[in-house]
């Protein structure tokens, strides 16, 4: 064997081609420890992987073929035969019902077609337009100078309906998978009116977005409802995420108990210090420390209270992964398991 440890395994290239799985998917799922390197070159950084962790990337790539969620893939590959099948068993029925909605929205966009409706049409789940309004919308300002950061920018194209938000403190960005018809479009819609409309989006199991003239139109079962639009230009938040530093410390942590230890901040200011193996969570006057995974070099972090509370609050799924590249940079936080809600969070001095 050489001094690298590294004669007996294979790098992720070779891995990637073997297992069926990109270089790009494997660098993920060793992120979120579904599937982490026999070995990794602590100089270059450079991935191995051994023969025998073929079997359970197959199993990965496969279940992820049936979209298979990363959480419900861990519980699978560590459960006993009968629960794995029962799981699978569960996940069949959710796809079942998921075709049956893709039916319910074809015959949406054709009812539609038919009627004759201009302009490029969305067609998606009502109450999951909802809920990503619900999430991105505490990153918008409410009262501040510029209009045009009180809107939710609303994408749609490319298979996807993109819904971000930012008051220049907080930025929230939310991904829905979604087939569009026509070209792709962009609008900002004032947040208060697409807020005042979720309880009637929950209430209709398919909408459609239209872009119309004066605005958007939402439409669903034969009721129809128009949003305004502003019309400054929105900043670039593709820009601003492309131009953060490539994280340096990336943490795993339960997101109900890291907002639980915020609670107690009566001076308004969270400081956060991530250690080996655990985050400290000094608020107020309480001290938490918080199991947590930990990769990459302590580092300490102070935010508003409301700003990391809100960012927290709308994350998806039990357990969040925070990305930090400097303590004076944006905080990037994700699901541990879905990467389509991102929410930048800017810290404050300590």
Known sequence: MSASGTDDLITIGVFARASGLTPSALRFYADSGLLAPAYTDPTTGYRYYSADQRERASAIRRLREI????DAV??????DAD?????LDAHVRLLRE?????????????????????????????GLFADAVDQVLPAADTDGPFPILTGILVEVGDGAVVLTSTDRYRLSTRSLAAPASGAAW????????????????????????RRAPDGVVVA??????????LDDAFPDYRAMLADLPAPSTRVIVSRDALLAATEDASDARVHCEIAVDAVKVLAGESERRLDADVSGP?????????????????????????????????????????????????????
């Open 98 to 126: 998921r075709a049956d909605t893709a039916a319910v929205v074809a015959q949406l966009l054709k009812t539609v077609l038919t009627a004759g409706e201009s302009g490029p049409l969305v067609a998606l789940p009502g």
């Open 74 to 79: 861990t519980r699978i590959l560590s459960a």
């Open 220 to 229: 669903a079962d034969g009721d129809e409802r128009l949003c305004g639009t």
């Open 67 to 70: 979209d298979v969620p990363l």
């Open 186 to 209: 962009a609008a900002v819609v004032p947040g208060r009116e697409l807020a005042a409309l979720t309880e009637w989006l929950r209430a209709h199991r398919e909408i459609v977005l």
């Open 298 to 350: 302590a580092i300490a972090m102070s935010f508003a209270s409301g700003t990391l509370r809100a960012a927290l609050t709308t994350a998806v799924g039990p357990d969040v992964m925070l990305d930090i590249s400097r303590p004076d940079m944006p905080l990037v936080i994700r699901s541990a398991t879905d990467g389509d809600l991102t929410t930048l969070a800017m810290p404050v001095a300590p």
């Open 83 to 87: 629960t794995a099948a029962h799981l």
